[in-house]
């Protein structure tokens, strides 16, 4: 090869980039890539951004290890949702990672987030839609009852895009935020957690019941305050998962830094935990990788109705039901713990069109964890599963809505995403 020279080049301004779609959606994990490419196979012009510069969201960046909420409870679960979430289950299975394993009645499934992060990869690729990672939301415009534009900063110069709709799938509702839309949170912190995996531990590994009550008992003296948490084994990659690190994740970017570098010391402090006092299992243990902070509740959209707790409770299935998902109410309010409520065989929480539809603009719908629901609510319908049962619902939303969600018929986006309501396939494990 010849020897390549150095050139000196003008100083150049960033490039602005300009974007036109059918639809923006902001946020790139679970429920804005399954909003994205459900859309885009559905004929729509998509563009996709997200701020971190790799695809997936908390899926695959938070080290999060299982997906939940997939299949129904009882002696035989069956699949609650189908569309791009089949294509995902059924991609990771043809590549060996992913492991189901049964949990509360139910299954959840060990997934390997590489193989999931190449999944979203591939499928965006081959369904068209434009994406843009390392792009933060800075400035949306609105034009009266319609969010006008979005602009995006990333490292390379600015990027504005203009849609007949946006899907709001931030996790913190930025776009309402942004917007200056309305929004609710709940009244109390809700704990986070850096996941992260540890290598060397010798089997078995302790069971959750034995960690809970050793760390009922001497929580205090490692210097750890979470007592209700677990660790669980991906035998395939001869790894663990820890989830026992907990910290309120406050919005604001200063105080979320402390938050993230002080989870370093948590981790180090529960190493000592699991190596003081599981010591055939943890002895030679040693941490692999550390996962984004992990943020399960912040903030959501105001949207035409709130999805509420009794509901959830009661398990009633709204006239304008788009989604479905069985997973306890898991609310991370304290430092201390976990309240977990759970449900009996059979009971199905149902999404509404309207906790997604924004009540104050025409053309935003939120997906995932910022649609409007009350803390304990969302608390059962923001795991993985019905995140992406909602990015199938704010896609066909889209679709049929021409920019007005706010005339659209339920029915007709029932009638889409009719498979993630009626179909009863049984769980392939
Ligand atoms: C520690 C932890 C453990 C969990 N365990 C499980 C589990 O075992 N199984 C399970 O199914 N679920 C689990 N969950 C829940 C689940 O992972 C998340 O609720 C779900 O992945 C949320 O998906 P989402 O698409 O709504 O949001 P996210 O995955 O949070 O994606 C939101 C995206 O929006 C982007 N974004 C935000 N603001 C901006 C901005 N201003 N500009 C551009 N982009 C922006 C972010 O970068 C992010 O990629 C867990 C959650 C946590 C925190």
Known sequence: MLEPRRIEIAATPPRSRVIAADLCVVGAGAAGVTAAVEAARQGLRVCLIDGLPQIGGQSVNGLIGTLCGFYSTGDAPYQL?????????????????ISHRPGRRSYVALYDEAELAAIYARHLVRAGVEVVLGAVLTEVTREGDRIGALLAQTRYGPVS?????????????????????????PDVPVYGTTMFSVAGVRTPVPLRAAIIARLEQVAEAYGLTRKDGFVFAFPARDLCLVNLTHYDTPLD???????????????????????GEFP?????????????????????????????????????????????????????????????????????????????????????????????????????????????AMGAAAAAAARLANGDLHAVTPGNVQAIVADNLQRTDPAIV
């Open 81 to 97: 949702t189908y569309g791009f979430a089949s294509d995902v289950l059924a991609d990771l299975r043809q590549a060996g990672a």
């Open 161 to 185: 895009v203009t849609a007949t709709t946006y899907v709001d799938a931030s996790g913190d509702a930025v776009v309402a935020a942004l917007a200056g839309l309305p929004l609710q949170q």
């Open 253 to 275: 970017a200063v105080a979320m830094t402390a938050r993230a570098l002080d989870a370093h010391h948590t981790i180090a402090r529960v190493m000592d935990f699991l190596r």
């Open 280 to 388: 055939d299992a943890f002895g030679a243990a040693r941490v692999q990788s550390v996962g984004q902070p992990g943020v399960r509740q912040t903030r959501g959209i105001v949207a035409q109705r709130c999805l509420t707790t009794a509901e959830v409770r009661a398990g009633i299935r709204p006239d304008d039901a788009v989604g479905r998902c069985a997973w306890p109410i898991e609310f991370h309010g304290s430092a201390e713990g976990v309240h977990w409520e759970e449900f009996p065989d059979g009971h199905l929480t149902w999404i509404p069109l309207s906790a997604m539809i924004a009540r104050d603009v025409r053309n935003l719908v939120a997906a995932g964890r910022c649609i409007d629901a009350e803390p304990f609510a969302l608390g059962a319908v923001r795991v993985i599963g019905p995140c992406m």
